[in-house]
């Protein structure tokens, strides 16, 4: 009798994207340590629990540029603060792409901070403070001037926590998905609540990288 049994299927692992063209333009001279950033969560994010198995073949694009596309919006030697760091997206990425700003990244998990503080330490980044917490029971410790955060929660739930950790004056810059606007009419009553004022969305990277960040920026009063 002859085995017919089909053989096993074996699937290759996902490969790391290839660094775009476009990733020199954005980093500019600190190129070569965003390389190796990238180059070490494509190694150790997925053991670690910080990017799932799929998201090699679309890290640079995705993941790294755009998060280092919001970099022009961040003050010339400001402090700003990034809730909910996680892998460093886009914290570590921002301390990467501007050296003059003072990065705090903040976050609860303790793995997390573990990672973020590895990473600083290994890249020589002497521009990051990494705080483990949520921002919700840090917010008395800190004054910033910018806060930034991306993918932690929709704007009506955001905007709370991090209102509190901004000084008079300063901006939130929180990197939001394709429906942004739809976030923005349903938290209208919080912005009104907590006197955001010069409130926008910005489309950053069109015709500089292939998927475009879009970022809520308001100023706190």
């Known amino acids: 009798m002859t085995d017919v049994t089909p053989p096993l299927e074996t699937s290759e692992p996902p490969v790391l994207e290839q660094e775009p063209d476009a990733a020199a333009v954005v980093f500019g001279t600190t ?21 799932g198995p799929l998201e ?13 596309i919001v970099a022009p ?6 402090r700003v603060g990034d809730v909910g760091s996680g892998a460093g997206l886009p914290g570590l990425v921002l301390a990467i792409a501007r050296p003059d700003v003072r990065m705090v990244l903040i976050e609860p998990m303790e793995r997390r901070v573990d990672w973020l503080r590895s990473e600083a330490s290994r890249l020589a ?4 403070e990494v705080v483990r917490g949520r921002a919700e029971d840090v917010s ?3 004054v910033l001037d910018q806060v930034t955060a991306r993918a932690v929660s929709a704007l009506s739930r955001l905007i709370p926590i991090t209102v509190p950790l901004v000084r008079d004056g300063g901006q939130l810059i929180l990197m939001k998905g394709a429906r942004v606007d739809a976030e923005v009419e349903s938290a209208r009553k919080v912005i009104l609540r907590h006197h955001l004022s010069d409130v926008e969305v910005l489309e950053l990277g069109a015709g500089v990288v292939e998927e475009i960040t879009r970022v809520f920026r308001a ?3």
């Open 125 to 128: 980044l002497t521009n990051v």
């Open 73 to 78: 919006l961040l003050q010339d030697g400001g």
């Open 219 to 221: 100023t706190v009063d």
């Open 140 to 142: 008395d410790s800190l």
């Open 56 to 68: 090699l073949p679309r890290l640079w694009t995705r993941h790294i540029l755009n998060s280092a």
């Open 31 to 51: 190129i070569d340590r965003a390389r190796s950033f990238t180059n070490e969560l494509a190694a150790r994010g997925e053991e670690l629990g910080l990017i």
